[in-house]
């Protein structure tokens, strides 16, 4: 099933119509027969006033189809449970009073989906949660392909949160895996679509999914704390150590290049140790001046 536009008519049109027949015909037409009952055969003159009466009836009957469409709203109509179409067009509008008007927002929605416990792809424990905006674009598949539309997006937005969590980990450990913590636009991408993925029968359009909470379980957080800053140490170090072997390789370079001094690989090993001590520690290093010769 899929959405059918149908067109509708003018309300004030109609309304100015109505109250036309029901004011001005309807008196005139009972009247008129109320007048000449004595002069006229009776049957031309009751059935001038049910003529008369039946403009007023239908009239009355006509003012049910008036119905009002709110900016981004629309009236799904249908005739006795058929499906006929949807109306969009904003303001006062008429169709056949018989039809049901089903009101429907067509605005953009966000919800915040519950904090789920769920494992991730490395079996740690955590709890995730998302923030979802969508909307209503096929009215008809909204109606009538699910029961309860606004539920099953967010059941559905669920699922698809806590199936993204089984696939990824909290965390990566090198640059080539995708985390839930260090690749938040990516998630998120991923996450839209598969969300999508899951509510296009109800006719709704996903525009945003983000995840709006992350993090490990309260039994293991103290120890992954632990492990997040034992591994930034780790990296912190590997950083450090790169950089100061690339500093004592250039001094050794350059006092080459420029023949400063000509060591033999026991004072470069001297060097080398001296210098990866003063890059690589924690506290200053206390300097000591050499009074004697190189070798003594």
């Not at 119509?17 to 008196?27: I, Q």
């Not at 499906?83 to 008429?94: A, F, I, K, P, Q």
């Not at 060591?263 to 004697?292: F, H, I, W, Y």
Request: include cysteine.
């Amino acid at each position: 099933m899929r959405e059918r536009l149908k067109r509708s008519l003018s309300g004030g049109l109609m309304l100015l119509l109505l109250l036309a027949l029901l004011l001005g015909v309807t008196p005139a037409l009972v009247g008129a027969g109320a007048t000449h009952v004595a002069t006229w055969s009776r049957v031309d003159a009751f059935g001038l006033i049910g003529l008369g009466v039946a403009v007023g009836l239908l009239a009355l009957l006509g003012l049910a189809g008036l119905y009002i469409v709110n900016p981004n709203e629309a009236r799904v109509l249908q005739l006795f449970g058929r499906y006929v179409g949807t109306v969009r067009d904003e303001g006062l509008r008429w169709s056949n009073p018989f039809f049901t008007k089903r009101e429907l927002s067509l605005r953009v929605r966000s919800f915040e989906s519950a904090h789920i416990k769920v494992n991730d792809i490395e079996g740690n424990p955590i709890e995730i949660g998302a923030i979802v905006v969508w909307r209503v674009t096929d009215s008809a598949k909204a109606c009538f392909a699910v029961d309860q539309y606004v539920g099953f997006v967010q059941v559905q937005a669920e699922a698809a949160v806590r199936n993204l969590a089984t696939h990824h980990p909290y965390d990566a450990h090198d640059d080539h895996t995708m985390s839930l913590r260090g690749h938040t636009d990516a998630i998120a991408e991923q996450l839209k679509k598969e969300v999508q993925g899951k509510v296009v029968d109800a006719g709704v359009e996903v525009v945003e999914a983000r995840i709006a909470h992350l993090a490990y379980a309260p039994e293991i957080a103290q120890a992954m704390l632990q492990r997040q800053q034992a591994g930034a140490i780790i990296a912190a170090r590997q950083r450090i150590v790169e950089g100061a072997v690339g500093m004592v390789e250039l001094a050794l370079a350059r006092l080459a290049e420029r023949n400063v001094v000509e060591l033999d690989a026991e004072r470069k090993a001297a060097m080398v140790s001296n210098l990866l001590v003063v890059l690589c520690g924690e506290r200053g290093t206390q300097p000591v001046v050499n009074a004697g010769s190189l070798y003594t």
